[in-house]
């Protein structure tokens, strides 16, 4: 049994991972963090989702951290995330972040409390995503150095705030690992004489109504295309990925994890 508490346990995130904890006969759910602007006072899980939780949600993941064994945290904010994992490495317990659009800066704030305890850290949880990242590597190494040129699309709810997606810049680090190029376009525009660079990666952020998340790599050759693509029709794929990343990181020792080591797919 894994106790798990859930940041930013009123968005739509932290409800589907709640619903699906509650569901999971191996999760117990012992509290929630929330910005006070949006929990009322004495609220708890089980009110939020509709089921029989007594589990308090508070502003400060402080006054619980001790009840629980890991922190699942998909918080809006990359600095609430930090000061969570913070607090999580300082009482010893082991974190799970879905949060995106973190800088560099801290991303490394994060390897550093990575030697400290245990943390999976994913721009997605989704199952067939984390195989897309597989089956993309695979690809990129029977494909590389032989003409094809690769290009990004992926496509979110006009409401999403950073872009690229997490996802998408996952993949272009996958890429620029596999291929050895560097040069990466953001969009193109205006007139390019000799066409297409050669060692160039093209990512295309598109963004409207309420598409979940959908991502598609290209292969273009001379002849043929090559395009793996994932389409998400729920936002429970990605809460379901969160709530397997719990029940793996439990126990496991410090250090920075993925969602390619919880389904073991490296």
Do not use: C
Request: hydrophobic share 40%; net charge negative; proline share 4%.
């Amino acid at each position: 049994m894994v106790k798990v508490i859930i940041s930013g346990a009123l968005g739509r995130m932290g409800r589907k991972i709640a619903q699906l904890s509650f569901q999971d006969p191996d999760v117990e759910i012992v509290g929630g963090v929330e910005n006070p602007k949006f929990a009322k006072e004495g609220q708890t899980i089980g009110q939020a989702i509709g089921e029989d939780i007594n589990a308090p949600i508070v502003s400060d993941l402080s006054q619980i951290i001790s009840n629980g064994d890991v922190v699942i945290d998909f918080a809006s904010d990359p600095e609430a995330v930090l000061e969570h994992t913070k607090i999580a490495a300082d009482h010893g317990k082991a974190m799970v972040i879905g949060t995106t659009g973190l800088s560099q800066e801290q991303i490394n704030r994060l390897k550093e409390y990575s030697k400290r305890i245990p943390i999976v850290f994913a721009p997605n949880m989704s199952i067939g995503v984390n195989l897309l990242f597989k089956l993309v590597r695979e690809a990129v190494k029977v494909l590389k150095d032989k003409g094809y040129d690769i290009e990004v699309v992926e496509m979110h709810h006009r409401f999403k705030k950073d872009a690229p997606s997490g996802t998408a810049v996952k993949i272009v680090d996958i890429l620029k690992e596999e291929t050895g190029i560097q040069n990466v376009v953001y969009g193109r525009e205006g007139v390019y004489p000799e066409g297409r660079p050669d060692k160039e990666i093209g990512v295309f952020a598109l963004r409207g109504g309420d598409v979940v998340g959908e991502h598609t790599v290209i292969f273009a050759g001379l002849g043929e295309r090559i395009e793996l693509t994932h389409k998400a029709g729920s936002r429970d794929i990605f809460a379901k990925g969160a709530v397997e990343g719990a029940k793996w990181v439990k126990g496991k020792p410090a250090g920075l994890y993925d969602m390619q080591d919880v389904l073991g797919l490296k």
